[in-house]
Every structure is written in structure tokens, then in C-alpha cells.
């Protein structure tokens, strides 16, 4: 395993981009996902109509992983219905704890394949999980709404 | 410079076919020399048993050797007599002790325990949770901008009503050396006693608690070259002797009944259950390797190396170091940094591929990093088997970060 494979080119415009990196004025529904082993910290906000996300926004501190992470998350997310994004974050868990490795149950992931190295860095797997674990709990929450 | 004690550790040596490792987190746990694990399995191999109750050879031998290290912690810190060293598992535990026991036997309602804003969790938390309990007041010292204690701040927050002084001997964050002595007689002017935590200062200076005149002083064996798991607590006798036990059950009684008991003399009150002998073995085994290098030469290597890695950083564009810059009589060899722009993870992640291993994150310190403003930082800490070629690698590798991630230079 080569670290630059993880520190790839669309690892590093996502981390280094803030196209997705703001609050969203409209959002019905935010959560904070801390990562309390190294303090990474996102909070991710969503508008959500009709079970569907029409938008998505993160804000929040870290290290590359999980800031380019959530920022490709956030990418893939919107326009899907809440079930979608569900199951994105299944196969995305999935892929990083090494259980998928399909590679057509993973081209659904689109540019997050490219964090698939991570299954090997275990020191980094909560990194790169943080964005999607704080979209789970948002789904979780959407229940109750 | 070449350095001869990397071939007295295992780990560190350069051997065919092993990827060079360049180790420098010895402020969260140093390598251990070829002694101390030979010590460790000798145990095993030849003399394992319950000590104490065991009426045979071997347990004699397992008994009288756990005794011995106890002795020679107790020289090797200056302590009074051996009755006054106990064994717990590291530093945490030894903490948790003196909380709880001497804490919760000898705090009132509005009585005041006083620590740095630096302080690790292990020596934040036992007094932040025994306030809370007491209604006692936890209060801080708060640094200046460089890490080290300002006279003034100590003279307002020590008052008559506090009660316990806990500090480090050394930050394991910014590597500051804090000015004990001094610390330690104006708590004593004012009553209080001293919980001193010499995890990161007995690698790497002497301790001598009739000196300092410290209540209590508490290290783990693994920062000085031991193993995990076996632990230090110093405390003078007439506290020890007033203190309840912590841990009850086996080994810590002297007479047990239905619904009464009585407890061990000193130190056994205090070592309730099977004690780490392999852990004690080890420990005794790495006092000794300290006491053949010496001190001396051992911080003769430290401040060279220090000196060199604080120059050699600043030469690194974009990196920021944290605390005193300059090696002074006040700093250690443990030095927190960070990349502009660069999470300190990621600066691990990168180094950790060309075998070179810190530490980063927020050291165990939350409030001193948001007294800081600061999310986490990398950090280096160095030990007398570090060589400039070490640093040398570490620097070149640090080059190639900001480049590595898109940054530039």
C-alpha cells in the first residue's frame, strides 16, 4: 500500500476545495459528528423535501481524510432520497472496513472509491468515516422528524 | 553522529531486510533494551510464581526479586525507605490512588485543588472528578504564551484554602520544564500537599523527593525504558500511613472476617491482588541500564539533540513550533509543531510511510490545546538513542509534506 494512493489527486482538490465547505441557509436538518480521538470535528446540514436531499453543506476542522471525505459525500448525496444516501453510506462503510469489494457494488460510489486504500490505514478509518457516520445519524433523526 | 546505545535495543537496530525505524514518540513510550526484555522472560523461563504466600523456591525468588526492584526504586528516587514506593499499573492509576483515597479522606466543601492548564488528562480528570464530588474548587494555572508558568499566577491562585498542588515535572505537550521546587514550597507555605507526575522527566533528569520535599511523585515504567503495566507512587509515610486503601482484596489484608478487616502495613495496603513481578522485573532491570549510561551523559545526548532539531525545524518553511523554541535550561527534548495548512494527521500519515513515527493529535491535553487555540499538533519527542541522522530524516521527510499535498512547498 502507497501512501500516495491515498493522498490522490481527487483526495487533495476535495481537501483543499470549499465548494461544499459552507452553511446552508435553508437546511432542515444538521448534525455534528466529532471524532473524539483526534477532535476532527463536522457538522453537516441538509435540506431535505420530500425524502429526497435537494441540497447539502459541511462546516467543521480536520485533517485531509475526513474533510475530503465529507466533501465528496457531499457531492454524491445530493439529489439522492434519503434511502439512497443510506445505502451510499452502507457500501461506503462497507468498502472502508474491507467487507465490499465488489467493484461494481462500489462504482456507486463514484470519486469515494477513491478512499478505498483506507481499509488498510486503520489508524485512519474513523477519519474517513466521520461525514458518513454524521449522515446516518442525520437519516436516523429524519425518522423521528 | 552514530549513536552506540541503538544497539542495545532490539527494535532499533539496523538489521538486513528490516525497514529502518526511526522512533520518535518517546514521550508516549520509549523502546525497551535487550536487558530488560531478557529480564522479563528469565521470569518466565525460570522463576514464575505467586509471590508472597508461596512456600517454596521459586515464589521466594519471585517475592525477593518484586522486593528488590522495590528497593531500588526507592534509591533510585531518593526516597526514605522501600515501604514508601508502591506498585500500580502507570502514572494514571498512581493518580487515581492519591485522588480518591487521599482526596476523598482529606477534601472539604470549598476547598481548592490547583493545576497547571497543561496538565495531561491523567492528572486533570481524578482532581476535575473528586471536585466535582467534594463541591471542592478545581482551579488553573494558566501559562504564558511561550508554556511556562508565570510567578504572579502562581502567587493569586495559591491560597490558604488549597489543598492539593497537582503538576507535571515536564509538559508532555511542549516539553516545558516547570520550576518545581519553588512551586513546591509556596504550597507547602499555604498547606497544601504536592502530587508531582514525573512521567516525562524521570526518562530523562533525576528525581529526588527528600530534596524536593514532594508530598507525592508518581512515573510509569514504560517512558523509562520498562514495560507497561507497572507503575510508580511515591508518597511520604505519615500521609501513606493516614490514607485508606483504594484497592481492596487479596495481598492488602492482614486479618479478614465476616463483616470486619484489618489491612497490611505499608506498601501492601496499597497492592490489593497478585502484584506485576515480570512488570517489577522489568522496571528494575531498566533503572539499572539508566543508572549505567548516567544522567549525566544522558542529557549531555538530549540537549545536543534538542539544540539540533529546534535549529534544524526552523528551517523547515511553514512550520510553526510551539512553546520555547530555543533549547534553554527549561525544555526537554519534546517538541510540538505544526505545517501550515497541513493537519497534523496527516503529517504523521505521510512521515509514518518513510518509517518515522510521532505522535499527533492533542496529547491527551484538550484544555491546554484550547487554552493554545489549537486543534491537535505533531509532535517530536526524542530519547538518548536518537541520532541527528534521525532528525535529518525527519526533516527531509517534512520537506516533502506540503508538496505531497498539493500545497507547494
Known sequence: MGIENIYSEILMEHANSSHNKHHLAHATHTHRGINPSCGDEIELEVFIKDGRIEDASFTGSGCAISQASASIMVDLIKGKTVEEAKKLADIFTGMIKNNITDEEELEQLEDAVALKDISHMPARVKCAVLGWHTLEEVAKNKKTC | MSNRYKEDFPILRQEPGRKPLIYLDNAATTQKPETVIRAMEDYYREYNANPYRGLYEISVKATDRYEEARSVT??????????????????????????????????????????PISEHHSNLLPWQQLAREKKAVLKYIYLDEKGSLREEELEEKITNKTRIVALAYVSNVLGTIYPVKNIIDKAHSAGAVVVLDCAQSIPHFPLDVQELDTDFAVFSGHKMLGPMGIGVLYGKKELLLRMPPFLTGGEMIDYVAEQEATFAPLPQKFEAGTPNVEGAVGLLEAINYIRQVGYAQIGAVEDALTAYALDRLKQVPYLTVYGEDSRTKNRCGVISFNLEGVHPHDTASLLDADGICIRAGHHCAQPLMKYLGLAATCRVSLYFYNTKEDIDALIASLMKVRRWLGLGN
Request: glycine share 10%.
Open chain 2, 74 to 115: 526507592a534509591g533510585f528516587i531518593n526516597a526514605k525507605e522501600p515501604a514508601e514506593i508502591i506498585f500500580t499499573r502507570n502514572t494514571t492509576e498512581s493518580l487515581n490512588l492519591i485522588a480518591y483515597s487521599y482526596g476523598r479522606s482529606g477534601l472539604e466543601e470549598g476547598d481548592e485543588i490547583l493545576i
